[in-house]
């Protein structure tokens, strides 16, 4: 669906999309954690296809660590402080991201 907003965007004039998420969906909606952090990697395939940013607001409250690092593992960039930079925490690419949350689920099966 998002795909296809996109695409849609672009084809009706609009050179430039923004995109803001607030993820408090997650919980409320009670995703497991590794097919959150799945769905932000396969996200990035999407939106590199389109001229998009996007803002992935989590209440650091709401989340867990370990919840949170992965998160900013999937994200090529971050808010740190006051400025937007690459990501200095460790940025996966989405097809990497995607294997090692496979190896995981296999270690815990």
């Given amino acids: 669906m998002i795909d296809h907003l996109m695409s849609?965007?672009?084809e009706n004039g609009y050179?430039?999309?923004r995109v803001i998420g607030d993820m408090d969906w997650a919980l409320e909606d009670h995703v497991p954690d590794g097919e959150l952090?799945?769905?932000?990697?396969r996200l990035n395939e999407v939106y590199a296809r389109h001229n998009v940013w996007v803002i992935c607001a989590y209440d650091l409250t709401r989340?867990?660590?370990s919840v949170l690092f992965d998160v900013?593992?999937?994200h090529p960039a971050a808010w740190v402080?006051?400025?937007l930079q690459h990501n200095p925490f460790f940025y996966v690419?989405?097809?990497q991201m995607l294997q090692q949350l496979r190896e995981r689920s296999q270690l815990v099966a």
């Fill in 81 to 83: 402080g006051d400025a």
């Fill in 37 to 41: 952090i799945a769905l932000e990697a």
């Fill in 93 to 95: 690419p989405p097809a």
């Fill in 72 to 74: 900013m593992r999937t």
């Fill in 15 to 17: 050179r430039r999309t």
């Fill in 8 to 10: 849609a965007a672009g």
């Fill in 63 to 65: 989340f867990s660590g």
